[in-house]
């Protein structure tokens, strides 16, 4: 049974929280197109960003969108037993259970950082994970992050870098 | 080549294409909203909604503005990359760039399908859109590698869906590795008596293609074997499949079943598998006469050899200078290279012990419809006569429709067969016994060519319809042995009780019992209700989501004979498709090392699951040919300097400012 969710009072006033979703390429993503076809409803807070499998999902990933102004972020991979590569899914576990502890270290609520295997064929899965995770982050409210040496940080940044800057690190 | 020459400001050409898809898109999306939000976006240069952007004159507004604007990065944002990733990666390709210079936004299947505050679903759209803008200016030119083929493939299941799949292969050509688990192929189509709606018998039309499987030389057919685990991938498995021992040396025995005779069992004891257990066979037996290869296979668990070791071996005696006949055999294990596989494992019928109200395993004269299709057949334990348990002829016989199938209790969905085979055993079991037949359905479902016409030929037969569900099956008063069923007749709108001699119940179709432990092995997926899931429901019907793997029959969901075999057909062309081409290309999401940054620390080493890293020189070293492009390894890296084409740190860092940029 879920526990009950207490409503903050930033999330009475119109506030809506903004959730980064990262989904493996062959269970979730998959889940979520099907509930597309199957023309199921959810919440519209989450971004998905695709990635091959969820053993890819850089703790990083989850600490740049938490820097950047999300509010929650959610990993999504196939069941054990089902990862596409083996086992994929469990060394995203184990980076998870260490990144969560940080996370909570550094002020930042456990329920804002979820991990769930929902696989391709469990469209509904995808939809009670999403709604009920934007219930849990509408009611802990917006994120306050202080970043070192910047303060709290408003929105994300203004300027893009240049492209030739950065590609010469991938070149 | 720096992408970003000829923009002026630093940064490539993009452009971004909206589609509107009919209505799909458009309905809840403002789609003109999107494309002027793309339009102020840094770097994109053009930017366009369409009705159909999958369309030929969408794919040719990319290839124009390519060619007449000198774009270098396509943006689409349209339905899910799984549907048409390919279709617009071609046409940027056809305009003259590197097709990885594509990137694709979901904004149907994750978002105006799913989503209904249209000021909600627009603005994720334009957020997805950003996101993508952001990433394709990282995006670097890529090339497909090419992977030869094994041509040789490989058919799970003996039934007639991989009897024919196997065949139409075998016919073409091709190598085929048929793998039963049973002792003989031919599946449930073998059980059955005659097949609906032309009543053509089923050993008549399904027997000649066994033994075409046998004398085919390009089958290689194995019985009570198992598929152990499957390595590799499209093009290039490698299966280990397990034999079980038979006891018998398959090319020894001659099928003369002498053995069966001289067996020290006078009679059988153990229920014959075949029969649903209706009679009881010896330890050393064949499954049925027909049985592809006609080989006796010896019952470790009934033989008084392997119980106890000293049986006399009358069988052993009367084999004589043949030897077929080996207590000593052990499982064994082949391996063999294939490019392609079609599952074909079939279904099991629902377990009516798990509805009880109906009295099966409770009342004797209670049965299900695979045993009546063994009584009604003439080589059946009653040689073809329709009688009860205790001898008599049944007067009255109830079938119950729907039994395990349109049921919350039990599974929900329809198995589209119980209707016709119904009808077809009401009409056979009238013609034998000239018994009264009621059926009790809830909808008669007769679609399909011949079929409402089949239905109404036993209508007009004389066999009795009431719409309505059975409630309730008790016995009748005063020690008949009859049963009486009671039931709402929803047209007559009251109760009706009715005693019968005989139930039938109208068992549905279920997922194989270890449909999930195939699953795994061949890395698919399952649906709702547990059948194999194909890759699309109407454009990939057959297909998987694993590259290689394809479905054929009832292992994807409840079908009839003549689906099976179409089906089944399909997936031999698909594979057949795959394997001719002689190759297969790769997409190229491999990982690669930043040698000068690698710091030779080998945490990346164990998790490759391919072994595709090794340690030269003190640095890691990725083999692209293994790598699988999980990205496991790049996520892992300490020093970062492992990197992913197509997933680079760069790109996705970008689509996490992308779609959180909104103020």
């Known amino acids: 049974m879920p526990e009950p969710i207490e409503t903050s009072q930033e999330s009475a006033a119109g506030w809506e929280p903004r959730i980064v979703a990262f989904f493996c390429n062959w269970c979730t993503y998959l889940a979520?197109?099907?509930?597309?076809?199957?023309?199921?409803?959810?919440?519209?807070?989450?971004?998905?960003?695709?990635?091959?499998?969820s053993g890819r999902v850089d703790p990083q990933f989850v600490m740049e969108a938490f820097a950047n102004g999300a509010d929650g972020v959610l990993v999504g991979g196939c069941h054990f037993g089902d990862?596409?590569?083996?086992?994929?899914?469990?060394?995203?576990?184990?980076?998870?259970?260490?990144?969560?502890?940080?996370?909570?270290?550094?002020?930042?609520?456990?329920?804002?950082?979820?991990?769930?295997?929902?696989?391709?064929?469990?469209?509904?899965?995808?939809?009670?994970?999403?709604?009920?995770?934007?219930?849990?982050?509408?009611?802990?409210?917006?994120?306050?992050?202080?970043?070192?040496?910047e303060g709290p940080r408003e929105g994300p940044r203004e300027e893009l870098p240049e492209v030739a800057e950065l590609q010469e690190v991938t070149a | 080549m720096n992408p970003a020459d000829g923009s002026g400001n630093g940064q490539p050409k993009i452009g971004v294409y909206v589609c509107h898809c009919g209505t799909n898109i458009a309905g809840i999306i403002d789609v003109e909203a999107v494309r002027a939000y793309a339009e102020g976006l840094p770097g994109v240069t053009v930017a366009r909604a369409y009705k159909y952007m999958c369309s030929d004159p969408g794919q040719e507004l990319i290839k124009e503005d390519i060619r007449a604007n000198g774009l270098e990065r396509?943006?689409?944002?349209?339905?899910?990359?799984?549907?048409?990733?390919?279709?617009?990666?071609?046409?940027?390709?056809?305009?003259?760039?590197?097709?990885?210079?594509?990137?694709?936004?979901?904004?149907?299947?994750?978002?105006?399908?799913?989503?209904?505050?249209?000021?909600?679903?627009?603005?994720?759209?334009?957020?997805?859109?950003?996101?993508?803008?952001?990433?394709?200016?990282?995006?670097?030119?890529?090339?497909?590698?090419?992977?030869?083929?094994?041509?040789?493939?490989?058919?799970?299941?003996?039934?007639?869906?991989?009897?024919?799949?196997?065949?139409?292969?075998?016919?073409?050509?091709?190598?085929?590795?048929?793998?039963?688990?049973?002792?003989?192929?031919?599946?449930?189509?073998?059980?059955?008596?005659?097949?609906?709606?032309?009543?053509?018998?089923?050993?008549?039309?399904?027997?000649?293609?066994?033994?075409?499987?046998?004398?085919?030389?390009?089958?290689?057919?194995?019985?009570?074997?198992e598929v152990d685990k499957v390595d590799g991938y499209v093009g290039n498995y490698t299966v280990t499949v397990r034999h079980k021992p038979r006891f018998i040396v398959e090319d020894a025995c001659v099928g003369c079943l002498?053995?069966?005779?001289?067996?020290?069992?006078?009679?059988?004891?153990?229920?014959?598998?075949?029969?649903?257990?209706?009679n009881m066979r010896k330890p050393v037996y064949i499954p049925f006469p027909q049985a592809v290869p006609p080989l006796v296979v010896i019952d470790r668990d009934a033989c008084i050899e392997f119980k106890s070791g000293r049986c006399k071996k009358t069988c052993v005696e009367v084999c004589a200078d043949r030897n077929a006949i080996d207590f000593t055999q052990t499982e064994t294990f082949d391996t063999v290279e294939v490019g392609s596989v079609i599952l074909a494992t079939g279904f099991k019928t629902?377990?009516?012990?798990?509805t009880p109200s109906y009295g099966y395993g409770v009342y004797p004269n209670v049965y299900t419809a695979m045993e009546i299709e063994r009584l009604v057949n003439s080589s059946g334990p009653t040689e073809g006569h329709v009688t009860l348990r205790d001898g008599r002829t049944p007067q009255t016989v109830g079938i119950l429709h729907c039994i395990g199938s349109r049921d919350v209790n039990t599974n929900v969905y329809c198995s589209r067969v119980c209707c016709m085979y119904s009808l077809k055993l009401a009409h056979?079991?009238?013609?034998?016994?000239?018994?009264?037949?009621?059926?009790?359905?809830?909808?008669?479902?007769?679609?399909?060519?011949?079929?409402?016409?089949?239905?109404?030929?036993?209508?007009?037969?004389?066999?009795?319809?009431?719409?309505?569900?059975?409630?309730?099956?008790?016995?009748e008063a005063g020690k008949t042995g009859r049963v009486v069923l009671q039931a709402e007749d929803t047209l007559l709108g009251r109760v009706r009780k009715i005693p019968v001699d005989?139930?039938?119940?109208?068992?549905?179709?279920?997922?194989?019992?270890?449909?999930?432990?195939?699953?795994?092995?061949?890395?698919?997926?399952?649906?709702?209700?547990?059948?194999?899931?194909?890759?699309?429901?109407?454009?990939?019907?057959?297909?998987?989501?694993?590259?290689?793997?394809?479905?054929?029959?009832?292992?994807?969901?409840?079908?009839?004979?003549?689906?099976?075999?179409?089906?089944?057909?399909?997936?031999?062309?698909?594979?057949?498709?795959?394997?001719?081409?002689?190759?297969?290309?790769?997409?190229?999401?491999?990982?690669?090392?930043?040698r000068e940054e690698c710091s030779g620390c080998k945490t990346c080493i164990p998790l490759c699951p391919y072994t595709a890293?090794?340690?030269?020189?003190?640095?890691?070293?990725?083999?692209?040919?293994?790598?699988?492009?999980c990205g496991t390894c790049v996520a892992a890296c300490p020093s970062g300097s492992i990197r992913q084409n197509l997933f680079e740190d760069e790109e996705i860092y970008e689509e996490i400012l992308g779609v959180l940029a909104h103020a």
Not at chain 2, 350 to 354: G, H, I, N, S, T
Not at chain 2, 535 to 562: E, M, N, W, Y
Not at chain 2, 615 to 626: E, S, T
């Open chain 1, 32 to 53: 979520a197109d099907l509930a597309g076809t199957s023309r199921m409803k959810y919440a519209p807070n989450a971004r998905v960003i695709r990635v091959m499998c």
């Open chain 1, 83 to 149: 990862c596409h590569y083996q086992s994929g899914n469990h060394k995203a576990l184990r980076r998870f259970r260490l990144l969560q502890r940080v996370l909570v270290g550094m002020g930042i609520e456990e329920e804002r950082i979820r991990l769930e295997w929902i696989s391709a064929a469990e469209a509904d899965k995808l939809r009670d994970v999403m709604n009920d995770m934007v219930a849990r982050v509408t009611a802990l409210g917006p994120l306050h992050l202080e970043v070192p040496g």
């Open chain 2, 74 to 225: 396509v943006v689409v944002a349209s339905c899910s990359p799984t549907l048409h990733e390919a279709t617009f990666r071609r046409a940027t390709a056809e305009g003259g760039l590197n097709s990885y210079y594509f990137q694709m936004v979901n904004i149907r299947e994750q978002d105006s399908w799913v989503h209904t505050d249209k000021a909600e679903a627009t603005r994720k759209a334009q957020d997805l859109v950003r996101a993508a803008v952001h990433r394709v200016r990282f995006h670097k030119p890529l090339e497909r590698s090419r992977v030869s083929i094994n041509p040789a493939v490989m058919v799970v299941g003996g039934g007639i869906a991989g009897i024919h799949a196997a065949l139409t292969m075998a016919n073409a050509g091709k190598h085929v590795y048929l793998v039963e688990r049973e002792p003989s192929i031919g599946g449930h189509m073998a059980q059955f008596d005659k097949t609906f709606p032309t009543l053509d018998c089923a050993a008549c039309i399904l027997t000649p293609k066994m033994t075409e499987v046998r004398s085919n030389p390009n089958i290689t057919l194995w019985t009570m074997a």
């Open chain 2, 258 to 278: 002498e053995c069966i005779e001289a067996c020290v069992y006078v009679r059988g004891k153990t229920p014959d598998e075949f029969n649903l257990g209706l």
């Open chain 2, 350 to 354: 629902f377990d009516p012990k798990r």
């Open chain 2, 428 to 475: 056979l079991v009238k013609e034998k016994t000239g018994a009264e037949i009621y059926n009790f359905y809830i909808d008669i479902r007769a679609a399909g060519k011949g079929m409402e016409e089949f239905y109404n030929r036993v209508a007009e037969e004389g066999v009795h319809f009431i719409r309505g569900k059975v409630a309730d099956v008790y016995p």
């Open chain 2, 502 to 594: 005989m139930v039938v119940l109208a068992t549905g179709l279920e997922p194989q019992a270890d449909a999930e432990d195939v699953r795994r092995t061949f890395n698919i997926t399952c649906a709702g209700g547990g059948f194999f899931m194909e890759r699309h429901p109407k454009l990939a019907p057959v297909s998987t989501f694993t590259d290689g793997i394809f479905l054929a029959g009832a292992c994807q969901g409840p079908k009839d004979i003549p689906d099976t075999v179409a089906q089944a057909g399909a997936a031999a062309s698909e594979a057949l498709a795959l394997v001719d081409r002689g190759y297969v290309e790769m997409e190229p999401n491999t990982a690669y090392v930043m």
């Open chain 2, 613 to 629: 890293i090794s340690r030269v020189d003190g640095k890691a070293q990725i083999n692209p040919v293994l790598c699988k492009g």
